[in-house]
């Protein structure tokens, strides 16, 4: 099946750090990637979505200058969560999707990578 | 809006002791339903997707059904390692994202 990839999977970090996290799709090229945040006990809740070459776009109420989203590539999309404070620690989950080829592909989700603000 | 419900919120089985998961769904033009299962500090792994009434997808002891408004995951003699959240998750028309329900958290004792 599809495998996507996210990195770092865990990071503690003082506050006022920026922190990157990859997301990169292993054997197939995503056109579109989903970047979520999720709390403890709740679902998956949708900050942006990234097309390859193109410029994110943030759903309502995410700052898109704090949560920084480039796709540069078919394989690799980033989030850079700018000057984070204790309020940005949480769960963030990117998944990867080619909806162009077989219609309304799956998303196919990385591990997460657990955010911890000091 | 569109909205995805799931319930119970959780369940708790014995272990061979079947139950089922209702996701419902207020969507126009449904394009897709997804489910999903999550295990704790990891990413939601894809299970099924079906397109229209009627279909059912099988995966060992998941069944997964769907009609006009709703769908069920079916989890028949589980097992402690079907323990999880399971997810339910609709693609509206016209828009790739996903719209998720709140998840079933199912613990299964041996």
């Known amino acids: 099946g599809a495998v996507v990839s996210q990195h770092p999977s865990w990071v503690i970090c003082k506050s006022g750090t920026s922190v990157k996290i990859e997301c990169r799709s292993l054997d197939f090229q995503a056109t579109t990637m989903f970047w979520y945040r999720q709390f403890p006990k709740q679902s998956l809740m949708l900050m942006a979505t990234s097309n390859e070459g193109s410029k994110a776009t943030y759903e309502q109420g995410v700052e898109k200058d704090k949560f920084l989203i480039n796709h540069a590539s078919l394989t690799l999309s980033t989030l850079t969560v700018t000057s984070a404070h204790p309020e940005d620690s949480s769960f963030y989950i990117c998944?990867?999707?080619?909806?162009?080829?077989?219609?309304?592909?799956?998303?196919?989700f990385g591990d997460g990578t657990r955010l911890s603000i000091l | 809006e569109d909205q995805v419900t799931q319930s119970p919120e959780a369940l708790r089985l014995q272990e061979g002791e079947s139950s089922s998961l209702n996701c419902s769904y207020t969507v126009s033009g449904l394009r897709g339903l997804f489910w999903y299962r999550q295990d704790p500090g990891k990413g939601p792994e894809f299970l099924f997707t079906?397109?229209?009434a009627g279909e059912e997808k099988e995966k060992e002891r998941l069944k997964a059904t769907l009609t006009k408004k709703e769908s069920f995951l079916h989890i028949t003699a589980p097992k402690p390692e079907d323990s999880a959240t399971y997810l339910c998750?609709?693609?509206?028309?016209?828009?790739?994202?996903?719209?998720f329900g709140a998840g079933t958290t199912v613990t299964v004792r041996a």
């Open positions: 998750a609709v693609h509206p028309p016209n828009d790739y994202k996903l719209s």
């Open positions: 079906l397109y229209s």
């Open positions: 998944s990867a999707s080619n909806p162009g080829t077989v219609r309304n592909q799956p998303q196919h």
